[in-house]
């Protein structure tokens, strides 16, 4: 009897192990059936389903951007941080854009005049760093006399003369709230974004205005697909989120870099029955050893004198700091790469390396900025240079457009390099007669916005300029052939 059920309770574990069995092998074989492709090699415990280092890597999906305090923590904090968000906005901005029209000077003159009395480029650029540090920020369209109207559309056409007073700018977190309702006029540019907005302007909550998106200049953070901007509440993300852990890894290395100089010079001091009198000594006998050691660093803190006894010893252990710098620049590259800053300007350092000028890197940069200037401050000033033209002269011209200023501003070597290059491809083809004197005065005149050479030429010289091309000594064409011996000097 007794042996039978220790026998069926056997055969229960034998089940019961055989069933864990499989479920372990079905858990293994899930892996390769999800993904067929998948390098594998489970021999060296190499590649995909194994069990090795680099596969147990996982990427969590976090949302930095929603922690509003760690944001705030890490801008206010670290000075690194507040270059990455404030840095490339501020170069962008410091280029500032040029009014591109045919209007007259006193009506661009009144424009940048509006301009600067509304503090319309520091909001700007404020408005893009909210937009950059918390993913989104906006600007209220502030027009005289329309305090009742926020709620309707914008008519250009209502804008009375010097009702424009600039821009209310609120981040996303602590302003404005966009509603439910999505705009579905396909033909304009915030087509599928909220209609309406809540823009909070007192703290208590208590004096929310519903506005029409015409009247709000929007700032968006890093572009996210759509089911993460819908949970971003049609915002975008911050740029923290893409630096964070460089960021950390960064601060951790310099950390520990700056605690090992505590270490760099260690005094070690050799003393009789110390393990005595440390572990079964009197307290007394401890505190006298406590003290003793205090009154020696203070010492050598103050005189550089150290007094032991005679059979004691004392030494010092240095530790080497070699290879640091290479580690630290490590983290400094990293840093630098996933923000698109080079060394150079985030960490204000001179490019190092033999023949390393930095220029490659400058170049990326550029790039960077230009890109800001284009899509992040061009739909803004579009949005707003009509208001502004209403606002001080009343018309909105039809060839409205704004240019911005070069980023790199050359030096005076190369400017002279690039006029001389430029003038020496113009007039090679007016001397080989292909172009005509006018064209050559054209284009030199051309040159003179971006190397400040031949502004002098004016429309009266070209228009008296030859309109035909010099083609080169050639015979008259009523001479005819003289006989054979003959000239036309004979």
């Given amino acids: ?56 890597v996982e990427y969590q999906y976090t949302r930095e951007t929603l922690n509003y305090m760690q944001l705030i923590a890490l ?35 009144a424009v940048e005049r509006c301009i600067k009395q509304t503090g319309l480029k520091k909001k700007i650029e ?24 926020l709620d309707q559309p914008l008519d250009i056409d209502s804008i009375e003369p010097g009702s424009f007073k600039g821009i209310y700018i609120v981040d996303r977190w602590s302003g404005i709230y966009p509603d439910l309702n999505m705009v579905d006029d396909i033909s304009s540019p915030s087509f599928g974004l909220p209609e309406y907005y809540q823009v909070r302007t007192s703290e208590n909550g208590t004096a929310d205005m ?8 929007r700032f968006q953070g890093e572009e996210l697909p759509y089911w993460d901007m819908l949970s971003e509440q049609y915002w975008g993300a911050s740029v923290i989120e893409t630096v964070l852990e460089e960021l950390k890894q960064y601060d951790n290395t310099r950390f520990n870099i700056a605690n090992l100089i505590f270490q ?67 983290f400094m590259y990293a840093l630098s790469s996933v923000t698109g800053i080079p060394i150079t300007v985030l960490f204000g350092r001179s490019a190092s390396g033999m023949d390393a000028t930095g220029d490659a890197d400058m170049d990326n940069y550029y790039s960077l900025v230009e890109g800001i200037q284009e899509n992040r401050i061009r739909p803004p000033m579009e949005q707003l240079l009509p208001i502004i033209c209403m606002s001080e002269f009343g018309a909105v011209p039809d060839d409205l457009n704004v240019i911005f200023e ?34 050559t005065l054209k284009e030199l005149k051309n040159m003179s916005d971006s190397t400040g050479m031949w502004s002098n030429i004016t ?32």
Wanted: aromatic fraction near 6%; charge should be negative; glycine fraction near 8%.
């Fill in 126 to 149: 404020t408005g893009l760093k909210w937009g950059r540090l918390f993913g989104g920020a906006a600007g209220l369209i502030m027009i005289d006399g329309q305090g009742d109207m």
């Fill in 210 to 217: 519903r506005v029409h998106y015409s009247r709000i200049v």
């Fill in 264 to 330: 760099a010079n260690v005094w070690v001091q050799k003393s009789d029955e110390l393990e005595q009198m440390v572990g079964m000594g009197a307290r007394a006998a401890q505190n006298r050893l406590w003290d003793t050691l205090h009154a020696q660093a203070a010492l050598r803190s103050s005189f550089n004198t150290t007094v032991v006894g005679k059979n004691d010893d004392i030494s010092t252990r240095q530790y080497s700091f070699a290879g640091l710098k290479d580690v630290f620049e490590v």
């Fill in 459 to 490: 429309d009266e010289d070209i228009e008296q300029a030859d309109n035909v091309p010099d083609i080169g000594d050639v015979l008259p064409q009523n001479e005819t052939e003289l006989p054979q011996g003959e000239t036309h000097e004979n």
């Fill in 1 to 56: 009897m007794s042996k039978s059920r220790s026998q069926r309770r056997a055969a229960e574990r034998q089940r019961a192990a055989d069933a864990k069995s499989s479920n372990n092998v079905q858990q293994v074989a899930e892996p390769s059936q999800s993904a067929q492709d998948a390098y594998s090699n489970p021999a060296a415990n190499i590649g995909y389903g194994t069990e090795s280092m680099a596969e147990s």
């Fill in 406 to 439: 070069p980023v790199r501003v050359p030096t005076e070597k190369e400017k002279a390099e690039n006029a001389a290059s430029r003038t020496t491809a113009i007039l090679a083809p007016f001397t080989a007669g292909v172009t005509t004197q006018a064209t």
């Fill in 75 to 109: 801008y206010r904090g670290s000075g690194i941080l507040k270059r990455i968000v404030n840095k490339p906005i501020e170069d962008a901005c410091a280029h500032w854009l040029k009014i591109d029209s045919q209007i007259t000077p006193d009506q661009k003159d």
